[in-house]
């Protein structure tokens, strides 16, 4: 990054943004310190609206708000449209009462087997190592225990105390897959993650370890390649993040899933339907080809779950549904994530089907609507003592 590149302000015509040292720019820690979390530092970055600033006095008290200066840089100064910008600045939806929200809908709490363990499928399991993340995203299924001040899931510190929950991961012998997840598993320093990375990697049922983190979309700049080669020490780990639009493929956020890359961990991506943010196939398609570009693979096209404080960002599964047509054909087959809807009894694939059975054959239908029907004889349907 040259000198300046990294200091917001050059496409900043309307002139809120500060100046940054690049050396400050480049350093995750400034970043973590200079979090915009009050109406006075936020108007450094962008022009609030009065809807905005209305949501931002009503969620004090009730859920956390913190931005970084990074993420704010690629905000629009003057769109409280901005994809970027919904995704982190409290909106007046949040505090609205919709029909069927729940605090939990997935279920983490009824999973939950320790504090931090929740055990949902038979051979893996969740390891929530804390409730703090960079930005607290607005759209957050886990809201109820990053972002909600009221309803605390577990009290995190880095000092926190794991002999329980690696107990239960090495008495189930059955769980050969963790996944630390929060909150950001990023926000711990090193020596802490690495403390428990190695610690799981100690219990020999623990086939892999896989890390749910959003600090390459939010700061980049903490995918260090000293945490790479941390995390490299301990592998096979892998590494899922979050990136849900394609104003967030900078080229920092590229360098840094390069790091990761280079370390050997590779890189998923699960995305979030957001209204208002990617709910069309034009902004699907950009993104899912722009993570291709840098090299990251689409996995999950996450059903915004109906959960309390995040109901409006939440389209129908028929705005979905039409969003995958227009991926599956249209762009190349690995950048196609599965869309799915997380319930209590698990994540639930959602397809329009491409094959169905007719008494003449199967009926198939390509991306472009085409058809065509083969017969038995060409492409048996049933093994053939069932039929
Ligand atoms: S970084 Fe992840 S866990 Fe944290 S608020 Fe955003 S979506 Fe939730």
Not at 219 to 244: G, I, K, S
Not at 246 to 266: F, M, N, Q, S, Y
Request: net charge neutral.
């Amino acid at each position: 990054m040259s000198a300046m590149s990294g200091t917001p302000g050059a496409a900043d015509p309307a002139g809120f943004r500060p100046r940054v040292p690049a050396a400050e720019w480049d350093d995750w820690r400034w970043h973590m310190r200079r979090r915009i979390t009050t109406v006075e530092k936020a108007r450094q970055w962008i022009r609030l609206s009065p809807d905005e600033e209305k949501a931002i006095a009503g969620a004090a008290g009730k859920y956390r708000w913190s931005i970084t200066p990074y993420y704010a840089s690629l905000m629009d100064p003057d769109d409280p449209r901005c994809p970027v910008r919904q995704q982190a600045v409290p909106a007046p939806g949040e505090l609205a009462e919709f029909p069927g929200a729940e605090v939990d809908p997935v279920g983490d709490t009824h999973y939950r087997r320790t504090n931090r363990v929740v055990h949902k499928y038979r051979d893996r399991v969740v390891l929530l190592v804390t409730e703090a993340c960079p930005v607290y995203c607005r759209h957050c299924t886990r809201k109820f225990h990053t972002t909600d001040l009221d309803g605390t899931y577990f009290r995190d510190d880095e000092g926190g105390d794991y002999t329980e929950d690696l107990r239960y991961i090495a008495g189930h012998p059955e769980i050969r897959d963790v996944l630390l997840t929060g909150g950001d598993p990023l926000s711990y320093r090193d020596g802490k993650l690495e403390e428990i990375v190695a610690a799981l990697r100690a219990i020999p049922s623990v086939e892999i370890v896989r890390i749910g983190s959003r600090f390459p979309v939010l700061l980049p700049q903490r995918v260090t390649d000293e945490l790479c080669a941390m995390l490299a020490r301990y592998h096979p780990v892998w590494l899922n993040t979050h990136f849900n639009h394609p104003k967030e493929l900078t080229g920092e956020a590229a360098a840094a899933v390069d790091r990761l890359l280079r370390h050997g961990i590779p890189v998923g991506n699960q995305t979030v339907l957001l209204r208002g943010v990617n709910d069309d196939i034009a902004t699907m398609r950009a993104l899912m080809t722009g993570l291709l570009r840098i090299r990251v693979r689409p996995y999950y096209l996450y059903h915004c779950d109906n959960v309390t404080g995040v109901s409006h960002f939440m389209t129908s599964v028929e705005k979905g549904l039409e969003i995958m047509e227009g991926l599956q054909g249209h762009i190349t087959g690995f950048g196609v994530p599965q869309y799915v809807l997380t319930t209590r009894i698990g994540k639930i694939p959602l397809a329009r089907p491409y094959a169905t059975r007719t008494p003449d054959g199967l009926l198939l239908r390509n991306h472009e609507g085409r058809t065509l029907v083969l017969d038995p004889t060409t492409l048996p349907i049933t093994e053939p003592d069932a039929r």
